[in-house]
């Protein structure tokens, strides 16, 4: 087709003039849908540990559950302008709690080996990383609508906002405060969740 | 400016939106297109592209914000995926010896992959509904009632997507109305 008669025939279209949409109240809705979903998943699927009303009582009981949620919150807030073109999502928040992450990780593997090899490891990264296509698949149909000029970071933090979601739910059921154990696994199965999600950006938000 | 006066509706500010857009593009595309051995149709090819890219997700600029960087952003999305992929099929063609394809030759008198192409760009322009619809109907070839239940519409409302659709494709190409006809089976 000429490109003039495409013009005419798109501004003929255009008539119907589209307000800006953002897609901010959709990202807001996926996640807090997303996150009872995973909730309501967990409590009979895995089971709720048994003292959880006493672990949250003391810090480092309820301090993987803020930092979950920090995460989540702050992957969440960037999202909407990723998607809107010649923004610039402001990651400064997500790469600070991702990074602090990984460090604290690190340094309970070379401080307590032992300890962060108990628990069941392996459960925890699977079901986290489980639990995440949830909130993951939600954020992305929220997304869809938007235009990612960088589809590969924002699928990543996509991925990460959802990693957060699940670490959020699966903490409920999981018997760990935060130590050595939970600061080694939940960023490492955190982080899978936002490399998956890097992973298929190009096909889940390319437009 | 003249996003601004199309989303009060006025087509012409929109049309010479588009056409300002486009002197802008070709260059860039031929530019980046002949540095990877390609000619101008398949660099006006790029231009439509991004032309229905700004098209379909012109809704995602904020009236409250400079409209440049978002077509720019938009622009350089577009041209850069199509470079690459173009890249990547011309790499592929030239990687095939000449035997294996000079038998497929006489086939090949309307492309059907670029057939494809060009029915999925023109469906572009097309709604949710109307795009599954004709894409269901006259592409795939379903009947009205197969497409209803599969899109979980009722064949009413199937078949006012279908004919809506097929008109505005029809007026795309500039082909008469009546020759939609044709298409339906």
Known sequence: ?207 | MWMRAARGGDALAYERLLAAIVVVVRPIARRRLSRIGLGASEAEDVVQEVLLAIHAKRHTWDEGRPILPWVGAVVRYKVVDAVRRLARERRRHVDTPVEDWANLLPECGTDPDRAAVDAERALAVLSGREAGVVRAVALEGESAGEAARRLGISEGAVRVALHRGLRRLAALAGVPVDARQEVRR
């Open chain 1, 1 to 207: 087709m000429n490109t003039d008669d495409l013009i005419r025939a798109l501004a003929m279209e255009g008539e119907v003039s589209k307000a800006h949409r953002p897609t901010g109240w959709r990202v807001a809705t996926a996640a807090a849908l997303s996150l009872t979903v995973v909730i309501a998943l967990v409590v009979p699927v895995l089971g709720v540990r048994a003292d959880l009303a006493d672990a949250v009582a003391t810090p480092a009981g309820v301090a993987k559950f803020v930092l979950a949620l920090a995460l989540a919150a702050a992957a969440c807030t960037a999202l909407p302008r990723a998607v809107e073109p010649g923004r610039r999502a402001r990651l400064d928040a997500v790469g600070i709690l991702v990074g602090l992450a990984l460090v604290a990780g690190a340094l309970s593997v070379i401080a307590a080996p032992e300890a962060a090899l108990a628990g069941s490891p392996i459960a925890c990264v699977v079901s986290i990383v489980g639990l995440s296509i949830l909130p993951f698949s939600a954020l992305i149909a929220a997304l869809r609508d938007g235009a990612p000029t960088r589809p590969e970071a924002t699928g990543a933090v996509a991925g990460l906002a959802s990693g957060g979601i699940a670490a959020f739910g699966f903490g409920l059921s999981c018997p760990m405060d935060l130590g050595p154990s939970v600061a080694l696994w939940y960023p490492l199965a955190i982080t899978t969740a936002g490399a998956l999600g890097m992973l298929v950006s190009r096909r889940a938000l390319g437009w």
